[in-house]
């Protein structure tokens, strides 16, 4: 461009010679035509300059963008429980999937099973392509040691949600989890304040070797095993569906064996145990022959609560994103967690005195 503008210039300054040659009376004038091309040639080739200068910075902005970016970017690997397990874990999944986003500056993938090695597998390849942070809801507290110590050696920072694991804690930076225990202790004490002078028992249990499971099965095996008026007609697993839970209690109808209490560990095997109740016009919930527990507090369930149709429902929050992402910035801060271990704040709910408002702010 600049070469072109030259030429140009040196060609204006031939006519203007010209010119003067040929008229002497516009002498003044052609003695003028050089210099204002001189100054418009260079004006020109200026712009020029100054846009490929412009130019210039711009794409350096744009790959120093480019690369601010991609150093902003904390890369998360998230193993979870199949989120069509339970109203729970759609709950608990949305969450997660709205906080780590590029937009709050993570790059997330996701991984789903509630099989145990599955979770190890994906766990390990996460690993291997050099996430910073894996977070894991376990399918099963035993088997993660190694997995985990390999993780610590590449430098990746683990970070437990909703369920407890069988580690030291050395290899985990926090633990987000609601308290399966005392999710079982508080239902089985209010079951215990309901003054039956014999508990029969349906116990439909969720995925064996879970947290959530080992929680709500050892306080009523505790209970059983002191209390001569407390007996299990059957202990059985589920695995969180309700259409074997269903079948469960179908076989105990079938049987003819007598039962007053279905303690079922989460919401949606309640609610298949319910249909095979129904199926044979036995009556349940509140001041009825059978009682009917749940765990999860899904709204649907509340309101069978407040409807009289169960009886009790504990709560296990599934809204931990939040209180992962404080870690996660405390530890890009280079902030010590205050907590190693953080509890959620849980209820239980009984039909007598569960009210809309509970059901609304409660509900997932």
């Known amino acids: ?51 490929d200068d412009a130019a210039a910075d711009d794409a350096a902005d744009d790959a120093a963008a480019d690369d601010t970016a991609s150093g902003e970017m904390i890369k998360v690997g998230i193993i979870n429980n199949d989120p069509n397990e339970s109203g729970y874990r759609t709950a608990n999944d949305a969450d997660l999937k709205k906080m780590f ?40 507290t035993a088997g993660w040691d190694t997995v985990l110590q390999d993780a610590q ?10 369920r407890t694991i069988d580690a030291s804690e050395d290899l985990y930076e926090a633990s987000i989890v609601s308290d399966m225990d005392e999710e079982g202790n508080k239902a089985v004490t209010w079951l215990a304040d309901q003054g039956l002078d ?33 007996t299990l007609v059957t202990q059985q697993t589920a695995e969180w569906n309700a259409e074997k839970a269903q079948q469960i209690v179908q076989s105990v109808i ?4 007598d039962f007053n209490v279905i303690y079922a560990e989460n919401d949606d ?14 009556k349940h919930g509140v001041d009825q022959k059978v009682i009917v527990m ?38 890009e801060a280079g902030e ?17 005195e569960i009210t809309d408002e509970d059901i609304e702010k409660y509900g997932i």
């Not at 099965?217 to 008026?229: F, G, R």
């Not at 765990?295 to 509340?302: P, V, Y």
């Not at 190693?340 to 709910?349: A, P, S, V």
């Open 1 to 51: 461009m600049l070469k072109k503008k030259v030429a140009m210039l040196l060609a204006v300054a031939m006519v203007a010679a010209t010119v003067v040659g040929c008229g002497g009376e516009k002498k003044d004038d052609a003695a003028d035509a050089p210099a204002a091309a001189d100054d418009a040639a260079a004006d020109d080739a200026a712009d020029d300059a100054a846009a």
């Open 101 to 140: 986003t590029a937009e709050n500056g993570y790059e997330a993938s996701f991984q789903y099973s509630l099989k145990n090695d599955e979770q190890i597998t994906y766990a390990q390849n996460m690993i291997n392509e050099g996430i910073d942070y894996l977070l894991l809801s376990a399918a099963d």
């Open 153 to 162: 050696a590449a430098g990746t920072k683990v970070i437990l949600f909703d």
């Open 198 to 230: 014999k508990y029969n028992i349906i116990h439909i249990q969720g995925v064996m070797g879970s947290a959530a499971q080992q929680g709500r099965t050892k306080a009523l095996d505790e209970k059983v095993a002191s209390d001569d008026n407390w």
């Open 254 to 257: 079938d049987s003819g064996e």
């Open 269 to 282: 095997m309640a609610k298949g145990a319910v249909a095979a109740l129904d199926a044979a016009n036995i």
């Open 294 to 331: 749940g765990f999860d507090c899904n709204k649907w369930a509340l309101e069978e609560l407040k409807k009289g149709a169960w009886n009790y429902d504990g709560q296990c929050n599934p809204f931990q994103a939040e209180y992962i992402d404080d870690v996660i910035k405390s530890l």
């Open 336 to 352: 010590e967690i205050a907590e190693k271990q953080i509890i959620m704040d849980e209820k239980g709910f009984d039909a007598r």
